[in-house]
């Protein structure tokens, strides 16, 4: 008999599973859960990328400070990150995005992953910065019948004016 030995199937999961996953971040693992609370919410792909996006970033911003887990980010360090977005003046609508991912998710965790335990957001009154939307002008009948008026003759721009 040339080989002694006996393979065992493993079953379960693998010993390179069960040491990757003593390697996962908390933070990281929050992160994760909170994509699946938007999905089982019903929230757009789109909501789920943009507010994840936001919380990635905080977390890179949050961990090159010292933090070693959600509950010692503070507000003060919200602010500062929030800052480093970008100029508010004029990246408001951008701002108030990666703030509301955040929000959203200091949400999460206080009801989902702290609750029982008395802690709270951070961002908790925290307001989003409001972001002035361009008014747009609305056309009048008569500035629409003079704008048709002017297309009469060209059956093309009167189809894209129409």
């Known amino acids: 008999m ?3 030995h006996v393979v065992v199937p493993l079953t379960g999961r ?3 599973a069960a ?3 003593t ?3 908390p933070m990281t693992e929050s992160i994760s859960d909170f994509a699946l609370f ?5 929230k757009s792909p789109y909501t789920i990328k943009k507010y994840c996006e936001a919380v990635r970033r905080l977390h890179r911003y949050a961990v090159e400070r010292g933090a070693k887990d959600w509950t010692s980010v503070t507000k ?5 990150w929030l800052a480093t977005i970008g100029d508010v003046q ?3 609508a951008h701002v108030s995005a990666m703030q509301s991912g955040a929000k959203s998710f200091f949400n999460f965790l206080e009801d989902e992953e702290w609750e029982g335990t008395g802690r709270q957001s951070p961002m908790r009154k ?3 910065p409001k972001v002035n939307r361009p008014v747009i002008d609305v056309l009048t009948q008569d500035k629409l019948a003079a704008i048709i008026a002017k297309c009469k003759g060209s059956p093309r721009d009167e189809a894209i004016v129409r």
């Open 2 to 4: 040339a080989d002694d």
């Open 14 to 16: 693998s010993s390179l």
């Open 19 to 21: 040491v990757q996953e």
């Open 23 to 25: 390697d996962v971040d």
């Open 38 to 42: 938007l999905r089982a919410e019903g």
């Open 76 to 80: 003060p360090m919200i602010r500062a």
């Open 90 to 92: 004029q990246q408001a």
């Open 126 to 128: 925290m307001p989003c």
